[in-house]
């Protein structure tokens, strides 16, 4: 009985991982002190940070310096697991900065995070609850639930609301309780789900997912459905593109599908046929 006592307030204690101060913490002196996050020097942050920071669609149009962003991220729940799709492309406006960012962010072999937003807050925030994570597995001798650890990400991330994040992030994964998928926000928003698309071609991938999706699917046809998505939203999204990441999520641990390129799936979902260049292709063309 002891044994469990100090296991639940172990556990209280991992929740309450970065949440917002409450009256009485002074007196606690080092027990409840939490990571500092370094804030603009002004008395008022958080409205310093609204109106020369703006991260919102339409609320940065008079900043000299606008947060331009774009992305697709997916992932859905079926019989057989999670399933986790995701883009690579990172702009900046108009200007696409890179075609190679790794969008799934892995904090231990039984849970993963998908960015959207901001890069950098999205991989500062998911690799400090990926250390959250593994201290509560050293203290309490078992794997933290995808319901904690995405609480332990809001309660992190929130204690910051109105400072500036830009974070749209999945904590998915596998627990007792079988698969798990939680999306969290950057002003901790936190929302249990079957499905859920985040980012600029986010409208795009609900309609093909929507369309589709169905508990029963089996495995293949869920990665297949996971591609489609994408395929669509990098089609109609300027900002999404680059390479298709997807991963497979099981009682298991999660698994890499594999990697390919948005072109390819351009020509094998959206315009079915040869792609240019292809001798297929060629050879068409002469015929005609």
Known sequence: ETDGRLGAMRLEAILDVGRRPRLGD?????????PDFALAPVADPAAYSRTNFGVGYGTDSHQAVKFSKGTTTLAFKFDGGVIVSVDSRA????????????????????????????AA???????NLGTQCRLYELRNKKRVSVAAASKMLANMVGRYAGRGLSMGTMICGWDDTGPCLYYVDDDGTRLKGD???????STYAYGVIDSRLKPDLTVDEAIDLGRRAIAGAAH????SGGINNLYLVTPEGWKFI??????????????????PGDDAAAAQMQDD
């Open 26 to 34: 002074e007196a606690d002196g080092e027990k409840n002190k939490v």
């Open 91 to 118: 702009t900046m406006g108009s200007y696409i900065s890179s075609q190679s960012v790794k969008k799934v962010i892995e904090i231990n072999p039984f849970l993963l995070g998908t960015m959207a937003g901001g």
């Open 121 to 127: 807050d999205c991989q500062f925030w998911e690799r």
């Open 195 to 201: 499905v859920f698309c985040v980012g600029s071609g």
């Open 236 to 239: 109609r999204d300027a900002m």
């Open 258 to 275: 594999g990697a390919i390129d948005t072109n390819d799936l351009y020509y094998q979902y959206i315009h079915k046929g040869p792609k």
